[in-house]
């Protein structure tokens, strides 16, 4: 099946600092990425859709400003949690489509402010 | 308005006991449906893609089908490593391009 790396697998930062976080499809290439957050015991929440070489489709109440999202290559996207505080602490996953729309996932990152 | 519901929200079953898992949905025009699973603290596996009503798919110890108004899991004789979180997402059609819903999701536990 295809692949999908995220790097770093887990971050610890201050509040305040910067944050970014890698998204690869190792096998094939992603026309399109998508960004998720989730919260203990719950399911995946949308950020946004990020498509290569076009700005980022954000969902209704996720912060463009907060959480930059670049497709700089059709096997790589990268997100920025900018200016970061505690409550930005969660599980960011990633997830590629390909050619047939399947999404295949990032193991995630485990973000956590100080 | 788009809605996925999974049902049971966590299901219980001893090692052997076969059991459904069900995903309910509501879209303006189904583009696919996905089943994951989810172990904690991971991200989701890819399971299966269903497109159309009457579609089937099976792999190992698990089989999807689907209906245009549902789609159900069926898991039989399970194992303890079968246990976690199952996700049902759809994709809904939508002009220029599609809209992906996640249902919240059935844990499983099964015991041996």
């Known amino acids: 099946g295809a692949v999908v790396s995220q790097h770093p697998s887990r971050v610890i930062c201050k509040s305040g600092t910067s944050v970014k976080i890698e998204c690869r499809s190792l096998d094939f290439q992603a026309t399109t990425m998508f960004w998720y957050r989730q919260f203990p015991k719950q399911s995946l929440m949308l950020m946004a859709t990020?498509?290569?070489?076009?700005?980022?489709?954000?969902e209704q109440g996720v912060e463009k400003d907060k959480f930059l999202i670049n497709h700089a290559s059709l096997t790589l996207s990268t997100l920025t949690v900018t200016s970061a505080h505690p409550e930005d602490s969660s599980f960011y996953i990633c997830s590629a489509s390909n050619p047939t729309d399947t999404q295949y996932f990032g193991p995630g990152t485990r973000l956590t402010v100080l | 308005e788009d809605q996925v519901t999974q049902s049971p929200e966590a299901l219980r079953l001893q090692e052997g006991e076969s059991s459904s898992l069900n995903c309910s949905y509501t879209v303006s025009g189904l583009r696919g449906l996905f089943w994951y699973r989810q172990d904690p603290g991971k991200g989701p596996e890819f399971l299966f893609t269903l497109y159309s009503a009457g579609e089937e798919k099976e792999k190992e110890r698990l089989k999807a089908t689907l209906t245009k108004k549902e789609s159900f899991l069926h898991i039989t004789a399970p194992k303890p490593e079968d246990s976690a979180t199952y996700l049902c997402?759809?994709?809904?059609?939508?002009?220029?391009?599609?809209?992906?819903?996640f249902g919240a999701g059935t844990r499983l536990f099964v015991k041996a």
């Open positions: 990020s498509n290569e070489g076009s700005k980022a489709t954000y």
């Open positions: 997402a759809v994709q809904d059609r939508l002009a220029g391009g599609f809209k992906t819903i």
